[in-house]
C-alpha cells in the first residue's frame, strides 16, 4: 500500500497546486491519498480549483506514480517530512500553507518538532546598526540560556547575529533558507551553517542543490513565522523581509514584538509601523520578555492516567460538539467538520484545544480519535 506521504510528493509536482489548495484538499478529503483517485466533478467542489487549474491535475496526473516519485525522492533528498509525518513540526501543520514536503539537515530535536520547546523568530535587517547587533546578541543569548530555540533564516545582519549569539550561549537554533539545504547562501556564511549543523538545524521546503532565488526568500518567511511561538523584529527598514515575515505571524495568530529606535532612523521605520499597529514592545528588561514570551502556551506533553476512571471536564457547547462527532474509530479532518457543521477554523481550534486537555489525538493524514 502507497503511504501517504507519497501522495503529498506526488500532488507537489502537479503545477499550480501549492501549499495552500493542498491543505484544502486535505481537509476536503481526508487524504491526499483519497484525493489522488477523486473525479474532476469531485476537485471541483474544493475552493481555488478553477478550470485551468483542473486541467493540469487531470493532464499531469496520469504520468505520475506516486510509489515510483516517493523512491526516487527519497534516494535524492535523504531527509525531509511531509504532514503525514509524525515528526512534522506541529506548530508549521496548524498553518493555512504548510510545506507539503521539508527538508533538514543538523540535529533533529523532537520536543521542537512537537511543540512541546518554545521556539521564538528573530529577523531583522541585512544592514542593522550597532544599537541592532547589541540588542540582538543580548536578546538571543538570553532566549538560549532560558530554553528558547532561535528561528531565523541565516541571512546578513540580524539573522547572522541571532544564530551566531544563540550557539555561543549553549543553545540551539535553527535556520530557514530559500535555497536546498545544501546550498550555502550568502557564502560568507559557510563556517556559521556548519555550526547549525551541529547545535540545530538548516530547513527548507526546496529540494536540494535549489540555487537562491529572490523569489523563494519572501516565501520561506511564512516558515520562520510558523515555526515560531513569537517573532522578533530587530530594525526593519518600511519595505523588509522582516515585515513581511510579522505578516505571516500575525495571520497565523503568532505573538509580534518590535524594538523601538529612532523616527529619524532608516531600519527603526518598519518597527515603529508595527508597534503603530498593536506590536509588543521589546522593553529594555530582559527578564519582563523572558516572562511575557514564556507565558505564550505551549503544547504540553499529556501524560497517560492510569487511574480507573477518570472524570471528564467541563466543556463550552463548541469544544463538546467537536468531542460528540467522535465515535471508537479515527475520523479524518473534514468528516469531522462535516459531523459538526462548523466552520473549518472554529473546528481546527476547538481540536487543537481538545489535544490541548489530553481528550483528543491527532494522527497523521489529519485524521483524530479519542485519547
Not at 13 to 24: A, D, H
Not at 57 to 63: F, I, M
Not at 221 to 241: H, Y
Request: hydrophobic share 40%; proline share 6%; glycine share 8%.
Amino acid at each position: 500500500m502507497v503511504q501517504e506521504g507519497a501522495y503529498w510528493i506526488a500532488w507537489a509536482q502537479i503545477s499550480g497546486i501549492g501549499p495552500v489548495l493542498l491543505r484544502r484538499l486535505q481537509q476536503h478529503f481526508g487524504t491526499l491519498a483519497t484525493a489522488w483517485n477523486a473525479t474532476k466533478v469531485q476537485l471541483g467542489e474544493v475552493e481555488g480549483f478553477g478550470f485551468q487549474t483542473l486541467e493540469k491535475v487531470v493532464q499531469q496526473r496520469s504520468r505520475l506514480h506516486p510509489e515510483q516519485l516517493f523512491t526516487k525522492h527519497q534516494q535524492e533528498n535523504s531527509h525531509f517530512w511531509t504532514p503525514a509525518d509524525t515528526d512534522y513540526p506541529r506548530l508549521l501543520l496548524e498553518t493555512p500553507s504548510p510545506p507539503p514536503i521539508l527538508y533538514y539537515r543538523g540535529e533533529v530535536e523532537l520536543q521542537e518538532n512537537l511543540g512541546q520547546k518554545p521556539m521564538v523568530g528573530i529577523v531583522g535587517t541585512r544592514q542593522p546598526s550597532e544599537y541592532g547587533i547589541r540588542w540582538t546578541r543580548q536578546i538571543s543569548t538570553a532566549l538560549a540560556k532560558n530554553g528558547f530555540t532561535v528561528v531565523s533564516g541565516m541571512a546578513e545582519g540580524i539573522d547572522t547575529e541571532s544564530h551566531i549569539a544563540a550557539m555561543k550561549a549553549g543553545g540551539r537554533t535553527i535556520a530557514v533558507l530559500g535555497t536546498g539545504v545544501d546550498v550555502i547562501y550568502p557564502h560568507k556564511n559557510r563556517d556559521l551553517y556548519k555550526q547549525i549543523l551541529t547545535a540545530g538545524l538548516v530547513v527548507s521546503e526546496y529540494p536540494t542543490k535549489t540555487p537562491p532565488d529572490r523569489t523563494h526568500f519572501p516565501r520561506r518567511n511564512r516558515i520562520i513565522a510558523g515555526l515560531s511561538r513569537a517573532i522578533l523584529v530587530i530594525e526593519a527598514p518600511l519595505k523588509s523581509g522582516a515585515l513581511i515575515t510579522a505578516t505571516y505571524a500575525n495571520e497565523f495568530g503568532r505573538d509580534v514584538y518590535a524594538l523601538p529606535g529612532r523616527v529619524d532612523e532608516h531600519p527603526s521605520q518598519g518597527c515603529l509601523k508595527l508597534l503603530s499597529q498593536g506590536a509588543s514592545l521589546i522593553v529594555k528588561e530582559l527578564d519582563e520578555l523572558l516572562t511575557m514570551l514564556g507565558a505564550i502556551p505551549q503544547i504540553d506533553r499529556v501524560e497517560t492516567s492510569t487511574a480507573p476512571e477518570q472524570l471528564m471536564p467541563t466543556l463550552s457547547p463548541e469544544l463538546q460538539t467537536v468531542m460528540d462527532a467522535f465515535t471508537s474509530d479515527a475520523l479524518p479532518f473534514d468528516f469531522i467538520v462535516e459531523q459538526t457543521g462548523m466552520a473549518a477554523g472554529s473546528v481546527s481550534g476547538a481540536l487543537l484545544q481538545l489535544e490541548l486537555m489530553g481528550l483528543v489525538l491527532q494522527l497523521p493524514g489529519m485524521r483524530y480519535q479519542k485519547s
